[in-house]
Every structure is written in C-alpha cells, then in structure tokens.
C-alpha cells in the first residue's frame, strides 16, 4: 500500500455474544411478520412449566400486535415444541385464545398460548419453538413459517411471588383472586387443607368468572392437586365469590410452610389443563380457638349461643339454648358443604349433631336445641356434674374446633 492508502484499525467496541442456546431473534420484542391481510407483530409473552397430575404442562404465551394502519383478523398461529433433539408431537398442542375479540385495531394486541405436556421427571436444556401461520386454501391448511425461537429451560422455571394476589387479566373475565384464610380440618385417618380465597369481577358487566385450577406446594416441592368449590352464577361488576380450594393430606404428613400454584383452567373435557400460572403464599394456619361461645366466626356467618342449659330425664339428655346468627354479605356467592357440628361430652361420652346454616339455624335471633341418649339411666345421673360444649366447623366429615366450653345445669351467656 502507498502512503496515502495507509491506515491503522484499533478496535473501538466490544460486544458479549448471546449464549449458543438462546435465538438470535429476541422472544421480548416484536418480530415483525406480513401476509395478504397486513403486519403484523409477534413475541413471547411469557414461559411456564407447571405442575399437573404425574407430568408438566409446557406452556409459551405468545402477543401478536397489529403493526398496520387499518384493522387485521386475528392471526391463526400453530407452534411446534422441540426440547433440546427431541421433536414433541404437533398433535398433543393445544392453544387457548386468552381475549375476547373478533379482529385487531391498528396497535391492539390478541394473545395466545400454546402448551404441551412431557412426564414431571423429563429434564432438558434447551426449548426450540417454531412458530408458524395456519393458512387455509379452500378445504385444506398450510402451515407458513413465521419464526423460531430457542430458549433455555431456565426461562420455564415458575418464580415465587411473595404476593397473595393472583390477577386475570383476560378481555371479558379480568379479575382479582386474594387469599384470605388457611384452615387444617381433622379426621382420625386424613386432614384436609383449605385455602380460602375471594374473586373479584373487575369488569363492567355481569360475568361468569374465570374457571380455576391450583395445587398446595409442600416445604418438600410436594404437589396436591386442590379441589374447587363451583360458582356457578354470573357475579355482579365489582362484585365477589368465596371460594374453597382444598385436598385430603394424609394425618402424619407434614406440610411446613406450603404455597399454592394457581392458575386458569384451559383445555377440553378430554385434555384438561390450566395456564398463567403462579406460586402464592399462604398466612399462617388459622387454628384459633375461643373459650366461649359468643361472636364465633365460620365465615361468612358469626354465631353466639346464651341461655345454654343441659336437662336430663332418665336416659335422655337435651341441650336447649337461644342463639343469634349474623352473616357478612360481602360476598355473591359462598361455598357449600360447610356445618356447624355442636359436641357435648363428659368424661365418659360423647354426643354431636350437625346444623346446616340459613337452614337448622336461620340468619336472625332465635332458640333450638340438641337431643342425645345415654345407654343406661346410671350413666346419665354420673354425668350431671357437667358437660363440655364445643363448637366445630365440619367440611367433608372432618372437622375444625372453633370454641369449647364447660357448661352445668344451666348457663346464660351474653
């Protein structure tokens, strides 16, 4: 080279690569994608794997925007799943339209999630998802490449959300679910755990809400699947259901300090499934017990007995005694299966009846009473010294204190 060619090149920059597992299109922006109707706008939302029976649901939920002047269709999209060499089935896909919307305004987004199932204990490192248009022509459908993205398995674990609110943000369900209680129920063989929580409509209209799915999380990373008490009515705006989520333990089994994954029920009658899941903590079992028996809470409703007295004639007892019942209506809807067992015991008995709330006890100030028999008149005449009255909350034939206290001839509370 002369002279006046010559030059010296120093480097003015340097840049980290992306690691080799991770796609050169980034899954947190829009990658811009076009076809006969407009453009249009694609990225991932968000990762999951969530816990399901004896697998994992595999879930991506993709945003598509509407990058053009005028109003689009909604864009038909398919994804293929390929954990690290291994190719998932297209057919064990499914996809779940998260908004309630029939066409795209230029700027508004649609979103959609795709999920899979793989067996719990399958560990890979790399997740490959192909993302693809599905076409129709007449009768038949081409599926047209849109992009892929390969992703870490790290990018599918589920964060721990130090919150105890979980949010549905869906077009045309979008709601507030808070945790509110966390009660043990005992039997001699199981224990049920239950968490209570309220749901909140936050749209403008009445509204069936967004179905449910959650599981209790153990210190241990132990899953059980949580039953759901059904609202099965349309809730006002701004309006709010009580809803039981809980499952049988067995008696010696610990459960330290448990979460619970919850989410939003998806899928078919024939592969069930739920998506947007998140892990939530849970308050401190609720175990308190009061010494007497006024202003006894078994939510919604609050109870107080007086003028309690044990009467005995021969071999049969009666416990007579005047009660007020109260109840929040705060909430629309309330669970079901709830009762009030009432137990009276001495040293050597013991006898209990279950009253069904706004039914045996009606809302208001009112008198009952509760029958029992001894086997022989000498047992009664020995168990006049006293007895002991304890209040139980029962769900499922099993049980939770709520208040006891020892009562003789006859006793007048407030």
Same mark, same amino acid.
């Given at each position: 080279?002369?002279?006046?060619?010559?030059?010296?090149?120093?480097?003015?920059?340097?840049?980290?690569? %992306?690691?080799?597992?991770?796609?050169?299109?980034? %899954?947190?922006?829009?990658?811009?994608? *076009?076809?006969?109707?407009?453009?249009?706008?694609? /990225?991932?939302?968000?990762?999951?794997?969530?816990?399901?029976? =004896?697998?994992?649901?595999?879930?991506?939920?993709?945003?598509?925007?509407?990058? +053009?002047?005028?109003?689009?269709?909604?864009?038909?999209?398919?994804?293929?799943?390929?954990?690290?060499?291994?190719?998932?089935?297209?057919?064990?896909?499914?996809?779940?339209?998260?908004?309630?919307?029939?066409?795209?305004?230029?700027?508004?987004?649609?979103?959609?999630?795709?999920?899979?199932?793989?067996?719990?204990?399958?560990?890979?490192?790399?997740?490959?998802?192909?993302?693809?248009?599905?076409?129709?022509?007449?009768? *038949?459908?081409? =599926?047209?490449?849109?992009?892929?993205?390969?992703?870490?398995?790290?990018?599918?674990?589920?964060?721990?959300?130090?919150?105890?609110?979980?949010?549905?943000?869906?077009?045309?369900?979008?709601?507030?679910?808070?945790?509110?209680?966390?009660?043990?129920?005992?039997?001699?063989?199981?224990?049920?755990?239950?968490?209570?929580?309220?749901?909140e409509n936050n749209e403008s209209?009445?509204? =069936?809400?967004?179905?449910?799915?959650?599981?209790?999380?153990?210190?241990?990373?132990?899953?059980? %699947?949580?039953?759901?008490?059904?609202?099965?009515?349309?809730?006002?705006?701004?309006?709010?259901?009580?809803?039981?989520?809980?499952?049988?333990?067995?008696?010696?089994?610990?459960?330290?300090?448990?979460?619970?994954?919850?989410?939003?029920?998806?899928?078919?009658?024939?592969?069930?499934?739920?998506?947007?899941? /998140?892990?939530?903590?849970?308050?401190?079992?609720?175990?308190?017990?009061?010494?007497?028996?006024?202003?006894?809470?078994?939510?919604?409703?609050?109870?107080?007995? @007086?003028?309690?007295?044990?009467?005995?004639?021969?071999?049969?007892?009666?416990?007579?005694?005047?009660?007020?019942?109260? /109840?929040?209506?705060?909430?629309e809807v309330v669970p079901e299966?709830?009762?009030?067992?009432?137990?009276?015991? +001495?040293?050597?008995?013991?006898?209990?009846?279950?009253?069904?709330?706004? /039914?045996?006890?009606?809302?208001? =100030?009112?008198?009952?009473?509760?029958?029992?028999?001894? +086997?022989?008149?000498n047992d009664a005449i020995k @168990?006049?010294?006293?007895?002991?009255?304890?209040?139980?909350?029962?769900?499922?034939?099993?049980?939770?204190?709520?208040?006891?206290?020892?009562?003789?001839?006859?006793?007048?509370?407030?």
């Open positions: 080279e002369t002279e006046t060619n010559a030059r010296i090149e120093l480097p003015i920059a340097q840049f980290q690569l %992306p690691d080799e597992e991770e796609t050169a299109i980034s %899954p947190d922006s829009f990658y811009k994608y *076009s076809n006969d109707s407009g453009t249009y706008g694609v /990225k991932i939302n968000s990762t999951q794997r969530l816990p399901w029976e =004896d697998q994992d649901i595999l879930a991506v939920e993709f945003a598509i925007k509407n990058m +053009d002047t005028v109003s689009l269709p909604v864009l038909d999209i398919g994804a293929n799943f390929k954990l690290d060499d291994v190719e998932i089935d297209s057919l064990s896909t499914n996809y779940v339209a998260l908004d309630n919307v029939m066409g795209l305004q230029p700027n508004q987004e649609a979103h959609i999630i795709a999920y899979t199932k793989i067996p719990y204990t399958y560990k890979y490192a790399k997740v490959n998802v192909t993302l693809y248009e599905k076409e129709k022509q007449g009768e *038949s459908v081409s =599926d047209l490449p849109v992009t892929e993205y390969s992703l870490s398995s790290s990018k599918f674990n589920l964060p721990s959300i130090k919150s105890d609110k979980y949010v549905v943000t869906n077009i045309g369900k979008r709601a507030t679910v808070t945790v509110r209680d966390f009660k043990i129920y005992d039997s001699p063989t199981t224990r049920i755990a239950y968490v209570e929580v309220g749901m209209r009445l509204t =069936d809400l967004q179905k449910l799915t959650a599981y209790l999380k153990t210190d241990q990373n132990v899953f059980f %699947p949580l039953t759901i008490t059904k609202v099965e009515q349309k809730v006002s705006p701004g309006g709010r259901a009580l809803i039981g989520l809980w499952t049988r333990i067995p008696q010696k089994f610990t459960l330290g300090e448990p979460h619970i994954v919850i989410g939003q029920q998806a899928g078919s009658e024939n592969d069930q499934a739920y998506i947007k899941g /998140k892990e939530l903590v849970l308050p401190a079992e609720n175990n308190a017990v009061t010494n007497e028996l006024t202003d006894v809470t078994l939510y919604p409703y609050t109870l107080s007995l @007086s003028n309690l007295r044990a009467d005995l004639n021969g071999s049969s007892g009666k416990i007579t005694f005047n009660y007020s019942l109260q /109840k929040d209506f705060l909430y299966g709830h009762k009030l067992l009432m137990e009276v015991s +001495d040293e050597k008995h013991k006898f209990s009846q279950e009253f069904e709330l706004e /039914k045996d006890l009606k809302i208001g =100030d009112y008198s009952s009473s509760m029958s029992f028999n001894y +086997d022989d008149t @168990s006049f010294d006293g007895f002991k009255i304890s209040l139980y909350d029962s769900f499922e034939g099993h049980k939770r204190l709520l208040a006891s206290r020892m009562i003789y001839k006859a006793y007048g509370g407030n």
